[in-house]
């Protein structure tokens, strides 16, 4: 019955997002990502073609592109079958139903650690965050993130409790190390071909411009012209033959490997079901951003923890189950590897030298801007110790951090979640406040560490749910811990994500607020209902999301407009043509996003 109805509040949350989503805006650079998308696309033709990637040449492509071309390629799809929709719109349903996804992992981790209502209670109080909920329909990157972060755990951790079928304890020693050394020759063979790919290219482009020379050697022997066109033709021919033969050749080793496994082992349909998507959720984790191997990270430790700790029913040791362990691991690793590799263009030509690039870019994000914190503008190098502490403090509903004080007295007696808190979320918030990680848009980039807090909160309430005697009182609890975020989410609907709970007042000149231009569409639509026919329109910046929902008579233009829509970030609205009449504020709980002014 529980499942059933788990199954009928998600299918509910689903038809509510496809009811609402198109209340909500394109926020300001989900342009730009799906241009990148489209060039990661197209580079699926061009690298066997030609062996080239199309690069954006900015750090769009240190980003892993797999869910905006999953979301792109979706959004698409939707349409064709619907034209009459807005490929954005079809975009931020992918969005939520993504999200939602997260949040059916994130109760599925939650079970583990405590009981059943606790684990509702945290995972509908972890729902209703206005702060999540607003993301989660037009996050093109940091709600995507954070929900394939919680579904690569919530697999992971179920692989590993399906581990004991997974054993090498009926095979021989002889066909242990044939198949030990088999692997191995396959492992060095495949990845040495993929990770020197830039070393390949140059050993290529070395022969032939020699043998253009007039030097002999192989390319000299097999091309007879080699002297009478460019060297650059024959360059890219023989690179693009060694992608293919690579290819082919990764394709009928591996195929080759597994015949011979499934010989011996009887458990190799099993990785089919139980290792093959946790490692493709982790792989496609780090093909949206690079730190997605955390959870990998974590999903080790559970592994290696419950293998020693694991006792076999025939001998009293602990360690029985290690070397079967490390083989899962290993499979899981190599091929989370292979669809990180795959779903991540920019990686193809040189996947260490551009892995290592990814990681420094988004240690040290080159973003210029300025940020607004507590009515002072910042560098994002330059942020004081307090932003990130505050921000968590005054953007979550008021029961959270209570709720997480009281859930740290049973943290103390769960190894596992205490671990995880510390690898998830305790160590990377210390590391972000104290290297001055650059941050912008408050703390949407670090929402995948963000979960732990939510856990813990649930064993908070595991506890106080524990102090109260009658079950209508511990639903009365339940019920009111979540009216801040059910209160909030209708005040502010659409615009959840500039959400500030009650510790600050109002946040107006203070902290950042519609930091999406998420108000566009609604100022847009306004004018739509009042502008004349063919009226010019001002718009500030981001320009796009105006234009996108405006009338098709409406043109957008910089020259003697009828009206303007300006932003109240940085103050624009205040800037530009402010002698003029407001006509419409788009503002909620008194907070303002975004006038509309009529030019005199």
């Known amino acids: 019955m529980n499942k059933i109805i788990k199954l009928i509040f998600f299918i509910t949350l689903a038809i509510l997002g496809v009811f609402i989503t198109s209340q909500y805006s394109e926020s300001w650079d989900e342009l730009q990502f799906y241009k990148y998308a489209n060039h990661a696309l197209e580079s699926y033709s061009t690298w066997p073609q030609r062996g080239e990637i199309i690069v954006t040449g900015n750090t769009y492509d240190n980003y892993g592109p797999a869910f905006v071309i999953f979301t792109s390629l979706t959004a698409r799809a939707l349409q064709i079958i619907n034209p009459s929709g807005l490929i954005s719109d079809y975009r931020h349903l992918v969005y939520f139903f993504t999200f939602l996804a997260g949040v059916w992992a994130f109760h599925d981790i939650a079970k583990r650690w405590m009981n ?4 509702c209670t945290a995972t509908l109080l972890f729902l209703t965050q206005p702060l999540f909920w607003g993301h989660a329909f037009f996050s093109p990157k940091d709600i995507p993130f954070m929900s394939f972060f919680l579904l690569s755990l919530s ?7 399906s581990a004991p079928h997974f054993s090498l304890d009926s095979l021989t020693p002889a066909a242990r ?11 060095v063979s495949v990845f040495s071909l993929f990770l020197l790919t830039d070393t390949f290219h140059t050993l290529i482009e070395t022969l032939v411009r020699a043998a253009a020379s007039g030097e002999t050697n192989i390319i000299s022997l097999i091309a007879s012209d080699i002297q009478k066109v460019k060297p650059e033709i024959y360059i890219q021919k023989y690179f693009t033959l060694f992608l293919w033969l690579r290819s082919t050749f990764f394709l009928l080793s591996s ?15 099993h990785p089919l079901s139980f290792i093959l998507i946790p490692a493709l959720l982790l792989g496609l984790t780090t093909s949206t951003r690079i730190l997605g191997p955390l959870a990998g990270v974590i999903v080790v430790y ?20 290690l070397p079967n362990t490390i083989l899962l691991l290993t499979i899981y690793a190599i091929l989370s590897i292979i669809a990180m590799y795959i779903t991540w263009p920019y990686l193809w030509p040189n996947p260490p030298a551009r892995l290592l690039e990814s990681l420094q870019v988004m240690s040290q994000y080159p973003w210029k801007g300025q940020v607004l914190f507590n009515g002072q503008f910042y ?7 307090s932003y990130i502490p505050v921000l968590l403090a005054i953007q979550f509903t ?3 951090w209570p709720l997480f004080v009281i859930g740290l007295i049973k943290l103390r007696k769960n190894n596992m979640a205490l671990v995880s808190t510390l690898l998830w979320f305790v160590l990377p918030l210390l590391a972000l406040i104290f290297t001055h990680a650059p941050l912008y848009d408050n703390t949407r980039q670090i929402f995948f560490i963000l979960p732990p807090v939510f856990f813990v909160a649930g064993l908070g309430v595991e506890t106080v749910l524990g102090w109260l005697n009658q079950q209508k009182v511990k639903m009365g609890f339940a019920v009111f811990i979540l009216l801040p ?16 709970n009650h510790l600050i007042g109002n946040p107006t000149g203070r902290f950042e607020l519609d930091y999406w231009a998420a108000s566009y569409r609604e100022a847009a639509n306004w004018l739509n209902e009042n502008a004349p026919a063919n009226a010019k329109i001002a718009v500030g910046d981001p320009q796009h999301i105006a234009e996108l929902y405006l009338r098709s008579d409406l043109k957008i233009t910089d020259a003697e407009p009828d009206y303007v829509i300006f932003s109240t970030r940085y103050n624009a609205h205040e800037k530009f043509f402010a002698d003029d009449e407001i006509v419409y504020q788009v503002e909620r709980g008194g907070m303002l996003f975004a006038v509309v002014r009529k030019i005199k």
């Open 116 to 119: 059943q209502l606790a684990a």
């Open 155 to 161: 697999f992971g951790f179920r692989m590993v409790d």
């Open 177 to 187: 190390k044939s198949l030990t050394v088999l692997s191995a020759l396959w492992l």
């Open 255 to 269: 195929f080759g490997l597994f015949l011979y496994i499934r010989r011996f082992l009887n458990f190799i349909l």
């Open 302 to 321: 559970y592994a290696l923890r419950k293998s020693i700790q694991r006792k076999d029913v025939h001998s009293p040791l602990t360690t029985h189950q």
């Open 379 to 385: 560098s994002s190098t330059d942020l004081p110790l």
């Open 398 to 400: 008021e029961p959270v």
């Open 485 to 500: 975020g059910l209160i909030a989410g209708v005040v502010l609907h659409p615009y959840q994500y500039v959400y500030y």
